[in-house]
């Protein structure tokens, strides 16, 4: 019987156990501080983004599918990108959603223009919102209502750009370079539309406001 | 949220006007956003999972390329008996195939011959 050759050491390859246990660990939580890492993201924007959909869309469900489709949008495709990226990404996204809901309504108005339908009524989700509170306001929380009221209706004025260009710089507080990320456009054209913005909006709202 | 990038009291005026129409959001739409938020957050880690998924493969044929390479380097620090049949120039030189893997200890035995 001849003598086998000594057999190639293929243990050599494999990683020990332990080692090869805290490697998959390790692959798996990457995954999860990121899916941290993005529910902290969307929890710190989400309110502001639901309220600049609204004054855009100037209607609640609309507002609500559009932040919903813009998260979902990011998670899809951008989730593995920094997270730096994140903010300028999801405004983007977010603008590029209530577009696409300004145009449906566009046309949607255009083929039930014969109804006697009026699209810019004021919702009326809920029966006990609609019944007015008779508490007595303090004076400063109802002229900040009013002044707000304002600026939301100067604001819904405005063309569609320069309102973007407001919105993100002042209320979502984006500089210029995350800005024309956002809006899709160069850092000069947001510093255009901002400036248009601020001097329409002040002039429309007066001194006094 | 800070202003200090806003210079004109309008602009900080337009930004704490803002802020506090956002906290002052009705519970609904509060609730409402936190569901969107979870599922977008669970696609997002359903997506991290597929990823590993698809790349896992891959990861399998370099271990693969990797063990014929240091099958190759391993043989070349033994010594070679010289080739004497156009049979066994033809398993040397194919040295880097999946089936000389399958077949390593029946050729070293070979070589032993």
């Known amino acids: 019987m001849p003598a086998l050759a000594p057999a190639f050491p293929w243990s050599a390859l494999l990683p020990s156990s332990g080692p090869d246990v805290e490697e998959i660990r390790s692959h798996e939580e990457p995954g999860l501080d990121r899916a941290r890492a993005l529910d902290r993201f969307l929890s710190s924007v989400e309110k502001r983004a639901f309220r600049i959909a609204r004054i855009a869309l100037k209607h609640d469900e609309d507002a609500l599918d559009a932040v919903q489709?813009?998260?979902?949008?990011?998670?899809?495709?951008?989730?593995?990108?920094?997270?730096?990226?994140?903010?300028?990404?999801?405004?983007?996204?977010?603008?590029?959603?209530?577009?696409?809901?300004?145009?449906?309504?566009?046309v949607r108005e255009r083929l039930l223009?014969?109804?006697?339908?009026?699209?810019?009524?004021?919702?009326?989700?809920?029966?006990?919102?609609?019944?007015?509170?008779?508490?007595?306001?303090?004076?400063?929380?109802?002229?900040?209502?009013?002044?707000?009221?304002l600026l939301e209706h100067a604001l819904t004025a405005l063309p569609r750009r320069q309102q973007q260009a407001f919105m993100l710089r002042v209320f979502e507080g984006l500089d210029t370079a995350q800005t024309a990320v956002a809006m899709g456009c160069t850092e000069g054209s947001v510093k255009t539309h901002y400036s248009r913005a601020v001097h329409a909006l002040r002039e429309q709202l007066g001194a006094a406001w | 949220m800070s202003s200090s990038y806003l210079e004109?009291?309008?602009?900080?005026?337009?930004?704490?006007?803002?802020?506090?129409?956002?906290?002052?959001?009705?519970?609904?739409?509060?609730?409402?956003?936190?569901?969107?938020?979870?599922?977008?957050v669970e696609e997002a880690h359903k997506h991290a999972g597929l990823r590993r998924w698809v790349f896992r493969p891959a990861g399998a044929l370099a271990a693969a390329s990797l063990a014929a390479l240091a099958l190759v380097l391993w043989r070349a620090q033994e010594p070679q008996p010289l080739v004497t049949s156009a049979d066994e120039l033809e398993v040397v030189v194919g040295a880097e195939s999946f089936e000389m893997l399958e077949n390593v200890e029946f050729y070293a035995w070979l070589d032993q011959r």
Do not use: H, K
């Open chain 1, 69 to 106: 489709d813009a998260m979902l949008a990011l998670a899809r495709r951008y989730g593995a990108r920094p997270s730096e990226e994140w903010r300028p990404l999801f405004y983007r996204i977010l603008q590029n959603r209530i577009r696409d809901c300004q145009r449906r309504r566009m």
């Open chain 1, 113 to 149: 223009a014969w109804l006697p339908t009026n699209l810019d009524e004021p919702q009326q989700d809920d029966a006990l919102e609609s019944v007015p509170d008779l508490r007595p306001e303090p004076a400063d929380r109802l002229a900040a209502d009013e002044a707000m009221r």
């Open chain 2, 8 to 40: 004109t009291s309008f602009e900080r005026r337009a930004q704490a006007l803002f802020d506090r129409s956002v906290e002052q959001l009705d519970a609904r739409t509060r609730s409402r956003l936190t569901q969107a938020r979870s599922a977008a």
